[in-house]
C-alpha cells in the first residue's frame, strides 16, 4: 500500500510539474500546446540567419507567439513579431539562469539578475530606457561571497533618465503659466491690456523685454503691488522656483553625463 501511495505521489508530482511548465502557442487566437513543425531536411550545408545546418540537419518552423505558464504565471513570452516581451527567466547554456523583464520594444529593461545551478546572485544590472535607447546605469558582479561594482551611476542621473519626459513637461507647464500670471499681473499693474503673444516691428524691444520679464523675473517686491496682484505674484515666484530648479538640476545631470561618459 505505500509502494503504491508512493508512485502516485511522484507521478502526480511529476505531472504538477509539467503543467507548471508547460509552453503555448496562440494561433489565430486560439491558445494551443506549443509544438513545432518539420521546414526542412538539408541534403547540403546552408546558412541562415547567421545558423550553419548541415547535410542530414532538420529546421522546424513554430508560431512566434508564445508563452510559458509557470505555478500559475504566464512568463516568457514572445509576441507576433518574435520578440520578447515581459517577465522572462532564461536557463543559459552554462547553467546560469538570468531573471528580468523585456519592454514593448523587446529590449531589457529595469533590474536584471543572474543566478548560478544552486540560486545564489552572481550578476546585477540595471538598464533604463530613454527615448531612442536603453541605457545600463548599474552592474555588480558577485563573486566568491564579494560585491565588484563595474557600474553605479548616481541616483540624479538614473531619476532623470526615467522621467526626463515628465520632468521636461512640468518645466513647459510652469514656464508657461508663470508667464500667463505675469502678463495679467503686468497689465493690471499698468492698466493695459497686452496681449500673450503679440508682435509689432515698430515695438520689437519693447515687447521683447515684457517678454522677458514674464517668462524669468521674480516678484520680489509683493506688498508694492495691487492687493488682486499679491496671490497672483507668490503663485508666480512658485512656478518660477520649480522651473528654476528643474533647470539647473537637468544642467547638473547634463554635467554629470558627459562626465560618467568620459570615465566609461
Not at 507668490?234 to 530648479?245: C, F, P, Q
Request: glycine share 4%; charged share 25%; hydrophobic share 40%.
Amino acid at each position: 500500500m505505500i509502494k503504491v501511495l508512493t508512485i502516485l505521489i511522484i507521478i502526480y508530482s511529476i505531472n504538477l510539474e509539467v503543467a507548471y511548465s508547460q509552453k503555448f502557442m496562440i494561433v489565430e487566437g486560439d491558445t494551443l500546446l506549443f509544438k513545432k513543425s518539420i521546414n526542412n531536411i538539408y541534403d547540403d550545408t546552408v546558412t541562415m540567419n547567421n545558423h550553419t545546418f548541415l547535410p542530414g540537419d532538420t529546421s522546424f518552423t513554430h508560431t512566434c507567439e508564445t508563452f510559458e505558464k509557470v505555478k500559475g504565471e504566464n512568463i516568457n513570452y514572445t509576441n507576433k513579431a518574435c520578440s520578447r516581451v515581459g517577465k522572462w527567466i532564461i536557463y543559459n547554456d552554462d547553467q546560469t539562469i538570468d531573471k528580468g523583464y523585456y519592454n514593448d520594444d523587446g529590449n531589457r529593461d529595469g533590474v536584471w539578475k543572474s543566478f548560478d545551478s544552486n540560486g545564489k546572485l552572481i550578476k546585477k544590472i540595471e538598464y533604463v530606457k530613454t527615448l531612442n535607447d536603453i541605457v545600463k546605469v548599474e552592474e555588480i558582479d558577485y563573486k566568491n561571497g564579494e560585491k565588484f561594482v563595474i557600474r553605479d551611476d548616481p541616483w540624479l542621473y538614473r531619476f532623470y533618465l526615467k522621467y526626463y519626459i515628465i520632468i521636461n513637461l512640468i518645466g513647459a507647464f510652469c514656464f508657461f503659466k508663470k508667464f500667463t500670471i505675469n502678463n495679467k499681473i503686468y497689465n493690471i499693474e499698468n492698466n493695459t491690456n497686452v496681449a500673450l503673444f503679440y508682435f509689432s516691428p515698430f515695438k520689437a524691444a519693447k515687447e521683447f523685454n515684457h517678454f522677458m520679464n514674464c517668462l524669468f523675473k521674480f516678484k520680489w517686491k509683493i506688498n508694492t503691488l495691487k492687493d488682486e496682484n499679491k496671490s497672483r505674484a507668490k503663485v508666480s515666484n512658485i512656478y518660477s522656483a520649480i522651473s528654476l530648479a528643474l533647470l539647473l538640476g537637468i544642467f547638473f545631470v547634463s554635467f554629470l553625463i558627459a562626465i560618467i561618459d568620459k570615465i566609461i
